[in-house]
């Protein structure tokens, strides 16, 4: 579970910069037939966040949101897309799209 020190919206920024990463390193290693598991510590893209913050803090937040929604799955530090991420990212608008920060959609 995530600590409670991050905020709601830190929370939907982490989240939101995750999975657009995590897209893009998919599509990446789909167009040059690479592996589409990827180092969950590889991923380093987690927006512009007060400081503070630790990797565990922002770990535990999308480990938190993966098991909430199913779009990935991640075992130990393996992170992978799962069916139904694959069809949530082929939607025009994303479940994390409508995420606000801020009090401005992202």
């Known amino acids: ?3 409670a020190r991050v905020s709601e919206n830190d929370r939907k920024t982490i989240i ?3 999975m657009e990463e995590l ?4 599509v990446n290693a789909t167009e040059n037939n690479l592996p589409t598991k990827f180092n969950l510590m590889d991923f380093f ?5 007060r400081d503070g913050f630790t990797e565990y803090d922002k770990i535990s ?3 938190e949101y993966a098991k909430k929604k199913g779009f990935v799955k991640i075992k130990g530090t393996e992170v992978q897309i799962t069916p139904k ?3 949530e990212f082929q939607k025009d608008v994303h479940d994390w799209d409508e995420m606000k920060v801020g009090g401005r959609k992202v």
Do not use: S
Not at 23 to 26: A, P
Not at 45 to 49: D, E, H, S, V, W
């Open 45 to 49: 893209n987690f927006g512009i966040l």
């Open 16 to 18: 939101w910069n995750f």
């Open 1 to 3: 579970m995530a600590l």
């Open 23 to 26: 897209w893009e390193n998919y």
């Open 61 to 63: 937040v999308i480990k």
């Open 85 to 87: 991420g694959l069809k």
